[in-house]
């Protein structure tokens, strides 16, 4: 490959998508047929661009340090390969699936410039560059968002619906406000460590450098949708096309969030396991994962269910990349690969259920397995490497984790797994309300899924066998030597000592986890939960029901009632301070025109009545005054 | 021959009131008119000569006269005020007996007012007070109601305490120098340092003539004495009375003849800022136009004693610069007053509003009037106000000239309020349509709105002129 492909993956797509812009929504094939061959086209770039490490860089302002530059590398060039996937299993999706539905120029446009960004975001090595492809994002986010196709549109109970416009505007302000942090975060890091060359970039997390982690690590676990940066997401999955739900939240952005906070971990910080920095992932990666994954298990909504779980999963990943123990860490990034996997997979069953079925609310599905046998089959799929079932690809990714967690405190290991039980739990619930249980009226004529829905959501499925049972491929093959040319593996990793080269850790992580407890752990939380599960089931009397012996009880009642009327967002906590903030200007602003226009009158005019009270016309008064005033006069002229 | 200045007047004044014919009824009228003009002129056209030729009437007890450029200044303005006065007077006062009358006494003010700004020993200068005080009391009292027999009376008693201290300190002069000539004060004061008897005799005069200016405290008399005043006589009253009896004799005593001693100079300073303050938030209450024009007054005069007080080259010049502009647009304005009251019959704020549109001459000259009292560029009362303020700070009495600055904007808030409700402002329901003052009061308010424009346009010129030779006085 010679240097200037690099620039193909972000090329292709956005003149590709800046095409489709400027195609007319009636010749809608064109666009569909120009979405699919770039994508293809940007895959095949990315295949070939996995030969080995490209640099690419033209001078920009050098007197600043910024470069034009970018590098693929194993990790980089990955994360193009997936997200191109991604593009052209989504694009391949739409087909069907954005039949009937208007704007598609604009659809279309966004897939396709987004994955631009993405890639450019990943291939950059300068901070700079990143930043700019990274905070164009928000654009799209915005518009794809904002395209307002409402899908079924059914709220939660007791949650505000929102217009599309209003939940663009709350992830754009959300990401907008991230991204201001992460921007003053390269700031500073640019001032501590002296460039912006992501490559040569090495700084301490003593002091400014602290700030400036945090900075930073609020960027990229904002982008890959953590808490508590998340409560977009949910709002999204109503409002925003499913596919763009399970391209961009799901897949892309988790992608992109992930990659860029293992680059600070591991690259930039070279975070020790002992430091505060490794203390903070862990702790945000472990509340991420159990509140996010307490709010999944209720909801009584397909796509919202998704997308609590989208967030509830990046905990994982920043608890493993959090450790910074090389299990987890590998773990933790190959959880992201699966992740992104699974999720987008289940995101598109959702699509498939909407556009067959009319809805995603579960109290209005069940049945469908009989219905939509192979979209079950790859929910089935999964669903069970979303829960950690063995032996598909969450399974093994979750057990790195697990891994490096409890090397680290069993307190992390145990939020894991209560999380793991709780996901397990609330994927039989939903499994069972939409696949299973009685077919509600009139949806007698539910049919299967066209094939162009069909075959992402199969490929998708295949890729969770495939990295399930063949794990070696993406950890020995992507994964470890990211981790080990960090310098996280060396010698005295178990089993390694005095092997040296990259074939020194193959096998290690992949292959079936090694720690037999673990495993067992692991199967003991999926039986509980599917204890639960019946448990629940037959005492509410069905599969939607199966969670509300957990959603009523006492005590977690109030704070379920209160999260769902957004109490605990956020986003509306701040735009509730900004309402306080404006509110007080406004009161200040009042003050100073009281002080203007009634203080200062008031008082220009009690002294003006003052002085003219005194003028009693009264002579003698007069005289008075003026004696006093001679003497007052004689008296300062004797004192010369 | 700058004796005439008083004698003329008088003769005229024995002429026309001696034989009792046709003459007597109807010729002092124009001949008032025509002396004021003549004064007006002879300040403008002749000078050089006036000034080289003072004179000495009446010796031994001697009246001696002289004019230097100050005193051109102020006979300039006694002859446009009087103008003035005389045209608000023949518009507002019933023809016959009463016309003749303001006509006569105006003459006599002319001839006192002459004396006072010409004098060149105390003495004279006493007589001649007495004279343009007693002429003021019958002039403020010839409406012959309540109010202007009150207002006379306090001018009245107020004017004998100021005669008294005058008359002591007199006395005193004389004791300690021998002589009243201003001459030989000067020098007395110079040589004897702080005598006891030079410092009472400094203070009562200085005192006596702060009455005569209405200075705060010593300015109970004049709001009264200008708001009963009939609209002619106001006029001269606050154009000129005061300005030549207090305000003229205070600025060359203190400078010619008490040479600043005994530190008078920051006293007048401290007076004029609590003058001014004091005249701009009396102003604001009023609701009568007069009385808010009369406590203007006061702020203004305020002004003058700042630029005075600095006791340097540069104040007197501003002083005497603002002097004049203030007789011009304070003389306007009560020239405005008296159209409106003539007009409409009603001088109360919430009687009046939105006369522009009726009265358009007496609005507009009115407006330019105001402006140059707020002291906005490019009029004439903006340029001597900043030659006060910049004599204050080159004299080092910068908190001064700040508080100058910022009570300048008070007198923009009265000036606002008024001009707007009166000119402006939403309309009053009236009984007869309101017209436009007859000629003889519109031509005073146009040539004086001309002569503030004029001055200011061309202030290079007057500066170079007038300001700078009457700087070289002191």
């Known amino acids: 490959m010679t240097a200037g492909a690099l620039l193909l993956p972000i090329a292709l797509p956005a003149i590709a998508g800046v095409a489709c812009f400027l195609v007319p929504d009636r010749a809608r094939r064109a666009k569909e047929v120009v979405a699919i061959l770039a994508a293809a086209a940007t895959v095949v770039v990315a295949v070939l661009l996995r030969g080995g490490e490209v640099r690419l860089s033209y001078p920009w302002a050098p007197e600043w340090g910024i470069d034009f530059s970018f590098r693929a590398y194993g990790l980089s060039s990955f994360i193009v390969l997936a997200a191109s996937l991604f593009a052209l299993a989504v694009a391949l999706y739409s087909w069907s699936f954005m039949e009937g539905k208007g704007r598609l120029r604009q659809y279309y446009a966004y897939l396709l410039l987004t994955l631009a960004q993405v890639n450019g975001a990943a291939l950059a090595d300068n901070l700079a560059v990143m930043l700019i492809f990274w905070e164009s994002l928000l654009l799209t986010l915005y518009g794809m968002i904002a395209m307002g196709a409402r899908g079924s549109g059914e709220g939660a109970p007791g949650t505000a619906r929102r ?291 069909l075959v992402p959501m199969i490929a998708i499925a295949g890729f969770c066998v495939l990295f399930g ?34 074939a020194s850790f193959a096998g290690e992580f992949s292959g079936w986890p090694r720690n037999p407890f673990l495993v067992g752990m692991t199967l003991a939380a999926l039986a509980l939960a599917a204890l639960n599960h019946a448990y629940g089931a037959r005492r509410s009397g069905s599969g939607l029901g199966a969670a509300d012996h957990i959603h009523y009880a006492p005590g977690l009642r109030s704070v379920y009632a209160a999260a769902e009327k957004g109490v605990l967002d956020p986003y509306n906590i701040g735009m509730r301070l900004m309402l306080w903030f404006a509110a007080a200007c406004r009161a200040v602003d009042r003050a100073i025109d009281w002080f203007y226009d009634k203080a200062v009158v008031e008082a220009v005019r009690l002294t003006s009545a003052g002085f003219c009270r005194l003028h009693s016309g009264s002579h003698a008064r007069y005289i008075l005054w003026s004696l006093a005033g001679i003497l007052a006069l004689m008296a300062w002229m004797a004192t010369a | 021959m700058i004796a005439y200045f008083v004698l ?158 005058m008359l002591s300190s007199i006395a005193l002069f004389l004791l300690t120098a021998g002589d009243v000539s201003f001459q030989a004060v000067a020098d007395s004061i110079a040589a004897s340092g702080s005598l006891w008897q030079n410092l009472v005799a400094c203070g009562l005069f200085a005192g006596g003539l702060c009455i005569k200016s209405g200075l705060v405290p010593f300015h109970g008399w004049l709001p009264d004495a200008y708001t009963a005043a009939p609209p002619g006589v106001s006029v001269l009253l606050a154009g000129i009375v ?71 080259a540069l104040g007197f010049a501003a002083a005497a610069s603002h002097l004049f502009n203030h007789a011009m647009f304070k003389t306007q304005l009560f020239v405005n007053a008296s159209a409106i009251e003539r007009q409409t019959g009603s001088r109360h704020l919430d009687e009046l509003g939105a006369l522009a549109r009726d009265m358009p001459i007496t609005g507009w000259t009115s407006v330019v009037a105001f402006l140059s009292a707020a002291a906005i560029p490019p009029l004439a009362g903006f340029w001597s106000k900043l030659l006060s303020i910049i004599a204050l700070w080159q004299a080092g009495n910068v908190p001064v000239a700040v508080a100058a600055i910022f009570t300048g904007l008070l007198t923009m808030v009265y000036f606002l309020l008024f001009q707007r409700k009166i000119f402006f402002g939403k309309s009053v329901a009236r009984e007869r349509p309101v017209k436009e003052a007859p000629f003889c009061m519109v031509a005073p308010a146009v040539a004086l709105a001309a002569i503030t424009l004029g001055v200011g346009l061309l202030f290079p010129l007057t500066f170079d002129t007038i300001i700078l030779p009457i700087a070289a006085i002191p």
Not at chain 1, 207 to 215: H, K
Not at chain 2, 74 to 79: K, M, P, Q, R, S
């Open chain 1, 163 to 453: 217009g599309a416009a209003q939940t663009a505007v709350k992830a754009f302000a959300i990401a907008g406000v991230t991204d201001l942090c992460m921007t003053l975060g390269i700031v500073i890091l640019w001032k501590e460590a002296g460039t912006l060359d992501m490559s040569g970039l090495r700084a301490s997390g003593e002091g400014l450098g602290g700030l400036a982690f945090v900075l930073l690590m609020i960027g990229a676990i904002s982008k890959a949708g953590s808490m508590p940066f998340h409560s977009w997401i949910p709002d999204a999955a109503q409002d925003a096309p499913l596919a763009f739900m399970a391209y961009v939240p799901a897949a892309l952005e988790k992608l992109l969030g992930i990659y860029f906070l293992s680059r600070i971990v591991l690259d930039f910080y070279a975070v020790e396991p002992g430091s505060w920095l490794s203390l903070l992932l862990m702790i945000v990666g472990a509340a991420t994962i159990l509140l996010a994954v307490l709010m999944a298990l209720v909801q009584k909504e397909y796509k919202k269910l998704l997308s609590y779980h989208a967030i509830s999963q990046v905990g994982y990943m920043i608890l493993g990349i959090g450790t910074c123990v090389p299990a987890g860490m590998v773990g933790g990034i190959f959880h992201m690969i699966n992740h992104a996997i699974y999720k987008s997979g289940l995101f598109l069953t959702a699509g498939a259920v909407e556009r067959q079925a009319g809805t995603t609310s579960l109290e209005k599905l069940g049945g469908l397995a009989r219905k939509m046998p192979v979209t079950f089959a790859c929910f089935l799929v999964t669903a069970a490497s979303i829960s950690g079932v063995p032996p598909f690809n969450g399974f093994f990714s979750k057990e790195l984790v697990y891994d490096g967690a409890l090397e680290r405190g069993w307190i992390f290991y145990a939020a894991a797994w209560l999380g793991s039980v709780l996901t397990a739990a609330s994927f039989l619930k939903l499994g069972h309300a939409a696949y299973f249980g009685k077919s509600p009226h009139g949806a007698a004529a539910v049919r299967e899924a066209p094939a162009p829905m």
């Open chain 1, 469 to 502: 049972l063949g794990n070696a491929l993406p950890i020995d093959g992507i994964i470890a030597p990211i981790v080990a040319s960090a310098g996280y593996i060396h010698e005295g990793v178990a089993g390694l000592a005095g092997a040296g080269g990259a």
């Open chain 2, 8 to 165: 003329a007047p008088l003769a005229v004044l024995l002429i026309l009131n001696i034989p009792r014919g046709r003459l007597g009824r109807n010729a002092p009228f124009p001949t008032a008119v025509a002396l004021a003009a003549l004064e007006a002129a002879a300040a403008i056209l002749l000078p050089a000569e006036l000034a080289s030729a003072p004179s000495v009437l009446l010796r031994p007890i001697g009246f001696s006269f002289a004019a230097d450029r100050l005193s051109l200044l102020l006979v300039l303005t006694i002859g446009i005020v009087s103008l003035a006065s005389l045209g608000v007077g023949y518009g507002t006062t019933a023809k016959g007996e009463d016309l003749r009358r303001f006509a006569n006494l105006v003459i006599l003010a002319i001839a006192g007012m002459n004396g006072i700004v010409l004098a060149t020993d105390l003495f004279t200068l006493y007589v001649f007070l007495e004279v343009v005080a007693v002429v003021s009391y019958i002039l403020i009292v010839s409406k012959r109601d309540r109010d202007s027999l009150e207002g006379a009376f306090k001018y009245l008693v107020l004017s004998v305490v100021a005669s008294l201290m």
């Open chain 2, 242 to 312: 005061t300005k030549s009896t207090g305000v003229y004799s205070l600025m060359r005593l203190s400078s010619s003849v008490f040479g600043y001693a005994f530190n008078i100079g920051p006293a007048l300073t401290l007076i004029g800022l609590v003058t001014i303050v004091f005249g701009a938030f009396g102003a604001m209450g009023q609701k009568d136009i007069k009385r808010m024009l009369a406590y203007s007054s006061l702020c203004q005069v305020g002004y003058i004693f700042l630029g005075l007080g600095t006791g340097t």
